[in-house]
């Protein structure tokens, strides 16, 4: 059974940073194409950013490049968002979310391409 586990979330100021981590169980985790998206109430799950297998691509939403960067350490089973220059407008919860290949292909940024997603952790920016 496969599990992802968000964590780091948090009430932060603008400006400041804060680091997401997910980390996945019950599968191999070099087997998973990983992303992370977020939501609001009332809109769609949005994508944020996304990894490949062994991290040889990355592809982020526009909102996301230059502020955030998407990691993985595939030893530790864990993808990492590291979001600096917070804005009120990424309040959000977050998800981590994952799907199986069986060979690299480009990141999806398409939500039912995913199929594991963690419970979500809340990410407040507010002043």
């Known amino acids: 059974q496969v599990q992802l586990v968000e964590s780091g979330g948090g009430l932060v100021q603008p400006g400041d940073s804060l680091r997401l981590s997910c980390t996945a169980s019950?599968?191999?985790?070099?087997?998973?194409?990983m992303g992370w998206f977020r939501q609001v109430p009332g809109k769609e799950r949005q994508f944020v950013a996304g990894?490949?297998?062994?991290?040889?691509?990355?592809g982020y939403d526009d909102s996301a490049k230059g502020r955030f960067t998407i990691s993985r350490d595939n030893a530790k089973s864990t993808v990492y968002l590291q979001m600096n220059s917070l804005k009120p407008e990424d309040t959000a919860v977050y998800y981590c979310?994952?799907?199986?290949?069986?060979?690299?292909?480009?990141?999806?940024?398409?939500?039912?391409?995913?199929?594991?997603w963690g419970q979500g952790t809340q990410v407040t920016v507010s002043s």
């Open positions: 019950g599968y191999t985790f070099s087997s998973f194409q």
């Open positions: 990894i490949t297998r062994f991290a040889h691509k990355t």
């Open positions: 979310a994952a799907y199986v290949v069986s060979r690299t292909s480009v990141v999806s940024a398409n939500p039912a391409s995913y199929t594991y």
